[in-house]
T-cell receptor, first 113, second 113 residues
Framework: NAGVTQTPKFRILKIGQSMTLQCAQD?????MYWYRQDPGMGLKLIYY???????DKGEVPNGYNVSRSTTEDFPLRLELAAPSQTSVYFC????????????FGPGTRLTVL | GDSVTQMEGPVTLSEEAFLTINCTYT??????LFWYVQYPGEGLQLLLK?????DKGSNKGFEATYRKETTSFHLEKGSVQVSDSAVYFC????????????FGPGTSLSVIP
């Protein structure tokens, strides 16, 4: 079981560039999430999905898009990178039961210059 | 709305000292409560959890008790080690349309030899 995997680990973008952060899980979890973590801060939910083909906005969705074509994959797309998107991005998944924990990937550190 | 409050960090302790990190929450109903730990350069991982009032979660020498009357879930360890240096996040989970999880801002712990 690889758990939740994320690629790339690090990336530097120029303002206006676009990129996709990849996330995959092999635990057959229906629920998946994208968070961002700014320095010294907690986690903010960007987007979430409760199953293949179903996605919805979290607290801070502006500037991002997601898709969920399979249970395993939940990519996050940045269309026009801005310095405000410099952050560490975490993907997470769980079974959808509130008493079960979320499983996190190792994170992608993104810098926009 | 739901919220989680943690004691401000950073916290610096000597090895073998006693640790307490305070956590209080605001939520309707009976949420599940969690402590997650984030080691440097890694994603969050579950440390312990409690799913109903008076439950005690424990793992790796850490403990926390779900106190409904004081809406608290304080993290304790009797003797910290250098390897416990990390950021600790208190969180609650309440069953909603997407199993919403609310994270506290995190408390950074440094343990010095």
């Amino acid at each position: 079981n690889a758990g939740v995997t994320q690629t790339p680990k690090f990336r530097i973008l120029k303002i206006g560039q676009s990129m996709t952060l990849q996330c995959a899980q092999d635990m057959n979890h229906n629920y998946m999430y994208w968070y961002r973590q700014d320095p010294g801060m907690g986690l903010k939910l960007i987007y979430y999905s409760v199953g293949a083909g179903i996605t919805d906005k979290g607290e801070v969705p502006n500037g991002y898009n997601v898709s969920r074509s399979t249970t395993e994959d939940f990519p996050l797309r940045l269309e026009l990178a801005a310095p405000s998107q410099t952050s560490v991005y975490f993907c997470a998944s769980n079974t959808g039961q509130s008493y079960n924990e979320q499983f996190f990937g190792p994170g992608t550190r993104l810098t926009v210059l | 709305g739901d919220s989680v409050t943690q004691m401000e960090g950073p916290v610096t302790l000597s090895e073998e000292a006693f640790l307490t990190i305070n956590c209080t929450y605001t939520a309707t109903g009976y949420p599940s409560l969690f402590w997650y730990v984030q080691y440097p350069g890694e994603g969050l991982q579950l440390l312990l959890k409690a799913t109903k009032a008076d439950d005690k979660g424990s793992n790796k020498g850490f403990e926390a008790t779900y106190r409904k009357e004081t809406t608290s879930f304080h993290l304790e360890k009797g003797s910290v080690q250098v390897s416990d240096s990390a950021v600790y996040f208190c969180a609650l989970s309440r069953k909603t349309s997407y199993d919403k999880v609310i994270f506290g801002p995190g408390t950074s712990l440094s343990v010095i030899p």
